[in-house]
T-cell receptor, first 117, second 112 residues
Framework: GAVVSQHPSRVICKSGTSVKIECRSL??????MFWYRQFPKQSLMLMAT?????????EQGVEKDKFLINHASLTLSTLTVTSAHPEDSSFYIC?????????????FGPGTRLLVL | GESVGLHLPTLSVQEGDNSIINCAYS??????FIWYKQESGKGPQFIID?????DKRQGQRVTVLLNKTVKHLSLQIAATQPGDSAVYFC???????????FGTGTRLQVFP
């Protein structure tokens, strides 16, 4: 149980375009999902907390207009990187909590590697 | 700001030996701690967790120790195997919050 998927796993785009990344909880409903960014050989940095049916909560320094988050259902959250630039190239990972289990444990998706040319 | 840090960026062990990965945290308000394993190009995988009202918890081949006095967390892996090679992160959760704060990570290399 507690499986989280992401799509796509890898994306290459041109500078200035927008990219949408999907995060799905496959066998449970998640009212809260989290989005992280990880640069090479670095740790995970929380970008925002995605709440089903309400606005996302962004961490300090993360531009909400650049990283649009939509959590329209209990199994899907999307992150859209708008007007992507090479410095946005990174590994984006989502996580979700399974309310039926330990409500504090976050289960992570496989990640999406974004390369902006 | 407060952060979770690790003492050793890389740990090399021989197959069959025990591994100990350490983590220091600075926020005394943290009450929940998790160890994750991350293989190259993949998302973090939950290994084991511990709450602040405990000082030890055991899983299959893994043990987590928590020393709140010195704000130290460790992950012990028994009989380390090649498949254990990965980067290990500790993470802390502040009391009454949703957020996880990750440490800098330790790369575990297992050689035959």
């Amino acid at each position: 149980g507690a499986v989280v998927s992401q799509h796509p796993s890898r994306v290459i785009c041109k500078s200035g375009t927008s990219v949408k990344i999907e995060c799905r909880s496959l066998d449970f409903q998640a009212t809260t999902m989290f989005w992280y960014r990880q640069f090479p050989k670095q740790s995970l940095m929380l970008m925002a907390t995605s709440n089903e049916g309400s606005k996302a909560t962004y961490e300090q320094g993360v531009e909400k207009d650049k990283f649009l988050i939509n959590h329209a259902s209990l199994t899907l959250s999307t992150l859209t990187v708008t007007s992507a630039h090479p410095e946005d190239s990174s590994f984006y990972i989502c996580s979700a909590r399974d309310p039926a289990g330990d409500q504090e444990t976050q289960y992570f998706g496989p990640g999406t590697r974004l390369l902006v040319l | 700001g407060e952060s979770v840090g690790l003492h050793l960026p890389t740990l090399s062990v021989q197959e069959g030996d025990n591994s100990i990965i350490n983590c220091a945290y600075s926020n005394s308000a943290s009450d929940y701690f998790i160890w994750y394993k991350q293989e190259s190009g993949k998302g973090p995988q939950f290994i084991i967790d511990i709450r602040s009202n405990m000082d030890k918890r055991q899983g299959q081949r893994v043990t987590v120790l928590l020393n709140k006095t010195v704000k130290h967390l460790s992950l012990q892996i028994a009989a380390t195997q090649p498949g254990d090679s990965a980067v290990y992160f500790c993470a802390e959760s502040l009391y009454n919050t949703d957020k996880l704060i990750f440490g800098t990570g330790t790369r575990l290399q297992v050689f035959p």
